[in-house]
């Protein structure tokens, strides 16, 4: 039988405001263990939680990206139960009233294609501490410098049947988030983790078959492998004509296998009410307008632009309109140089492969847009080969000065002038007879071979200045004299 | 003036004499300890005193007053029930759970008397969690009421009724979720006043029901209690439930006349059920304040029977969510030897709270478990708009209503103790309040077998200055308010 993959995700997201959703304590990523926990964060009796603002505009700022109903109205919820690290004995959340309703998001496939997905909700709560199992022996350290962390969780329809369709969407919330400013979207501290739902069903079958949620997974690809293991459990385990158990499991990287996190004594009931600490969150069209008015160009639309005005090819475009600061580099690059495709072609390439071998994103780039569009300009007006190009670009990234600096000091120039280069071939073909022979008896298909090697001569002679278009001409012309 | 007449004294009396430097606030201070000292024992209405703190902070008081920068609080000696936070001194909540808890922080109403220079003498004791009609449910023990230690104080703020019936302070704070500062106040003959939802924040006050929680003040009249409230009240950036509403000064309008207010008395507080004798009282309580022009209007609060099931829905709902916190990982009891998780949890709860507290946490825990929730919580929700509805319907037709406080006077220790449901009974006047948000104030309005009852008067939203005002009048024509109880050892 055919199987089909059908997933749907949730993502929770850490927002990049200053201090927690519902404290004055900082919210900062690596801090000693329980320095950066007030007495709400701890749930000390008496205290209260108040709603942090910017929070609440980052998830309206989310909404307004991808379309979305935005919750006129919307109210926290306590979701109770036990665990060391939830220090009140229940999670703020919001249940019955979502402060983000339905919306709907375009994934950009690295094919350059795109497919749509719905956003089911998204809605705003706390996140828990930590547990520590490791740092006491035979007792469980609890750090509670996550707690009130605030997130956005995000949960889509089943629309995904693909690990590739996954792993794209995740990249485009990544880029998405990231260009809104609204979280760091770092998956290895834990700014972006993702929930796998996942099941399977005959292909051609309209009902969805029993899922498994797959929690915490936290790179894209292990959200990669963590479908591909996970679909081939539930295949062999219903092949074998077994029924899948609805649970949670756990993504363990180290074994790339799926494992059930070990069942609760009692199924969880969470007692949803409202939050009666808070008011419901009223949000009123101005509101919702100013932000909208002030959102950032989007990367959807971005790539767009970026085919109609500069050209660019789909591939191109959606890598370069998926990180904002990215994108503001290529236009700064071709505003200074006005090479468009030239400056894609430079930033995808050389200029990103040394990003990351030196394991560095594009805000700590040593090459400014300035310097790497003083070197396109100097490609375009066929001073530098490519060849001589890469050899500027690394002086560029050492610091060695501006494209012209370096050519001056290493005389890089390519050597167009026609003189010279004719006397570099005279040169070659006088030193060369026999090869000279064996080209003029060669009919038309093997002349173009054997002119390769009198190139690579002169090449070698002016120490790969030599411009080689020029070259060409001028040795076919006297070779054919 | 005796020692006696100087505790009895008003705390508006004992700031005209701090003014006057007719007195220190450290001989005050000094006073009030000696009594609380001297007969305590028969009431246990204090868990913790704080004698050096109070006589710090009097001797600050005097210092004050002397530059001219006194309020009139400044130097007056107060109790705070033990369900208020206060930093570095011990905040039991009258539970084991919490026996030796001591916040880092002072709770909002704390820090404001404080800053008006009012001296903190302790916290006294109440029912655990709040939990309770009687002051029995303390894990320090109950409290006996100074008119009878026989009998209860009334509860949950049993213990700041009765040190202020006692006279061991002028003024002490409460909290009431269903009726916790009016019933003690009308059991034990002093004034209580709970203030409209949102009108004093809750931030350092241990959550009992956090939609239902509100501070309040308790004194000997309702003047003090005005000029109490004025220091207690505003908005609270630390509590996103605490209204953003002006605050008058309620001692500036006590004195209004209240020729023309519309008095309603429900037809549901004065029907069959109610003791005849205490309806006698109530009635000629009325009469007072007819005497000085209000009107007396029969009203319909047609749900007032639903307010009890209503209310013990809801407030237990919203208890063992807000009591989740207490699992022995943090703070508070810890069991010894937890062999795991769940022992560390099961053991630590058993053992800290009491069996009321138990059975509140397990009925709000069913009340929105799946499959009840609809039918618990999600329809006693409905009924509190129902309820609200009813009061705002009064409200267009009359300007305050009035009511028996407490169906009866002060039961003995023990009496209702093994019936929840009897004891829940003792707050069927109060609760719809609550539910409602509306602020309610207790006056003595009588004394039936020698025991103090109470008049209730319930008011608009934030108009906390008509039930001041009409207080007020009543006290000026009667004495119910400056009647003492007789402790043992003492001739009056």
Partial sequence: MKWEQVMGLEVHLQLATQTKIFSGAANRFGAEPNRQACAVDLGMPGMLPVVNELAVKYAVMFGLSIDAAIGKRSVFDRKNYFYPDSPKGYQISQFFEPIVGEGSFTIPMPDGSTFPIRITRAHLEEDAGKSVHDAFAGQTGIDLNRAGTPLLEIVTEPDFRTAEQAVAYLKALHSLVTTLGISDGNMAEGSMRCDINLSLRAEGSDELGTRTEIKNVNSFRFVERAIGVEAERQRDILEDGGRIVQETRLYDADNNETRSMRSKEVANDYRYFPEPDLLPIIIDETYIETLRATLPELPGPKRQRF???????????????????????????????????????????????????????INQCPVTPEALAGLILRIADNTLSSKLAKQVFEGLWRGQGSAEDIIEAQGLEQVSDSGVLEAMIDEVIANNPAQVVQYKAADEGKRKKLSGFFVGQIMKASKGQANPQLLSTLLIKKLDR | MTHTDLCYASATTLSGMLDNRDLSAVELTEHCLARIKRFDSQLNSVITLTEEQALVAAQAADQRRAVGEATPLTGIPLLHKDIFCTAGVKTTCASRMLQEFKPPYDATVVAKLSAAGAVTLGKTNMDEFAMGASNETSFFGAVANPWDTTRVPGGSSGGSAAAVAAGFAPLSTGTDTGGSIRQPAALCGITGLKPTYGRISRLGIIAFASSLDQAGPMARSAEDAAMMLNAMCGVDSGDSTSADVSVPDFTASLNRPIAGLRIGLPREYF????????????????????????????IDLPHTRQAIATYYVIAPAEASANLSRYDGVRFGHRCDNPVDLMDLYERSRSEGFGAEVQRRILVGTYALSAGFYDAYFKK?????????????????????????????????????????????????????????????????????????IGLQLIGRAFDEQTLLRAGHFFQQRTDWHTQRPTLAGTSS
């Fill in chain 2, 380 to 452: 006693a929700q409905q009924v509190r708009r129902v309820i609200s509805d009813d009061f705002q319907r009064a409200f267009s037709q009359v300007d305050v209503i009035a009511g028996p406080t407490a169906p009866s006077i002060a039961f003995h220790h023990g009496e209702k103790a093994a019936d929840p449901i009897a004891m829940y009974m003792e707050d069927v006047y109060t609760l719809s309040v609550n539910l409602a948000g509306l602020p309610g104030m207790s006056v003595p309005a009588g004394l039936i077998n020698g025991m103090p």
């Fill in chain 1, 307 to 361: 085919v109609q005005h500069y050209a660019l090819s789909d591939y191109d475009a959606a890598l370069l309109a998926s990180e904002r600061t990215l994108a503001a580099y290529f236009e700064a690059v071709t505003a200074s140089c006005g090479e468009a495709k030239l400056a894609a072609n430079w930033i995808l390439g050389d200029l990103s492969a040394a990003l990351n071998r030196e394991d560095i994103g």
């Fill in chain 2, 271 to 298: 029907g069959g059920d109610l003791d005849p004798d205490l309806a006698a009282h109530i009635h000629k309580a009325l009469s007072e304040l007819e005497a000085e022009g209000a009107q007396l209007v029969d």
